[in-house]
């Protein structure tokens, strides 16, 4: 049985916005580098008309649905790589 247009519509446009979010969390990423601290971060979005914090929530939305697919897998922080427990 064929899926309902609709339905396909929505499941391109759910792929198209975990393709967004996955860009945006690269972004960010690369923009708090740029920043000594997560206060400093924050500041600059604040002042930039960005709300860093529901950003920070959609894309670990969209991770989290990722995981639960298996389409990506949770990489051990570089941190606490070699360090005993």
């Known amino acids: 049985m064929n ?15 975990i393709e967004i979010d996955l860009g945006i ?5 690369l923009a708090r580098n740029q920043f000594s601290t997560d206060a400093e971060f924050h500041q600059w979005c604040a002042g930039n008309g960005i ?12 991770m989290g649905t990722l995981l639960q697919r298996g389409s990506i897998t949770p990489r051990r922080s570089r ?7």
């Open 79 to 85: 941190s606490t790589k070699n360090k005993e427990v």
């Open 51 to 62: 709300d860093a914090d529901a950003i920070n929530r959609s894309v670990r939305s969209t």
């Open 25 to 29: 969390c690269h972004s960010m990423a």
């Open 3 to 17: 899926k309902h247009p609709l339905i396909e519509a929505l499941e391109r446009n759910r792929q198209k916005q």
